[in-house]
């Protein structure tokens, strides 16, 4: 399975990789941006509406706490569905950083063998040319594919940092609304 995995990255060329990296990662970051922001957005709702609250009515107070409940619901959806594209995203650079890794030891591997086969050549009195030609390939793919992973490995840290941020502010949230309209009822 890992050499069908190794022959998928190297199937494709770097720059097709790299767009389509580039592409997934953007996606990754402004969904969890997105949710990350939609928490900060039930925050100041819930803040605004407790503010409001204070100077109204009963009946406004219904009012306004049953349109707080369906705003927070719209938001407890679209946070849903930009948490689960994150964490979406987030799997699949943690798959293509798997990758990467496996195509880095298999391309070091290489690299020895070419050493090897380089040095017997040169016994031999065999031009190395080819060899050598070979061997810097594969260093220039090694340096590529260390290069995206750690790139990979940037962006994973930062969806995830949003994603953390915006889970402990989408539960404070939550727990307010929700003892509110427990103790409301």
């Given at each position: 399975m ?10 494709k060329k ?9 592409k ?7 969904a969890s ?7 900060k ?21 219904q009012?306004m ?8 619901a719209?938001?407890?959806k ?29 391309d ?16 031999a ?5 080819n ?8 260093q220039?793919e ?38 509110k ?5």
């Amino acid at each position: 399975m890992a050499d069908k995995k190794q022959s998928d990255i190297k199937a494709k060329k770097q720059s097709d990789i790299k767009k389509e990296l580039i592409k997934e990662k953007k996606e990754g970051e402004t969904a969890s941006k997105k949710a990350s922001d939609l928490a900060k957005l039930a925050e100041k709702t819930e803040s605004i509406l407790e503010n409001i609250q204070g100077e109204a009515t009963s009946e406004t107070a219904q009012v306004m706490e049953s349109a707080a409940a369906a705003f927070q619901a719209g938001i407890e959806k679209r946070y849903l569905e930009a948490e689960q594209k994150s964490e979406s995203v987030n799997e699949s650079l943690e798959d293509k950083q798997q990758k990467f890794d496996e195509g880095v030891i298999a391309d070091q591997a290489d690299i020895s063998s070419l050493s090897k086969l380089k040095t017997e050549a040169k016994k031999a009195g065999v031009s190395v040319e080819n060899i050598a030609a070979a061997e810097k390939a594969k260093q220039k793919e090694v340096k590529f594919l260390t290069t995206e992973s750690t790139s990979v490995e940037t962006s994973q840290k930062e969806i995830e940092k949003n994603l953390k941020d915006a889970k402990a502010r989408r539960k404070s949230t939550r727990s307010t609304y929700q003892s509110k309209n427990t103790l409301g009822s």
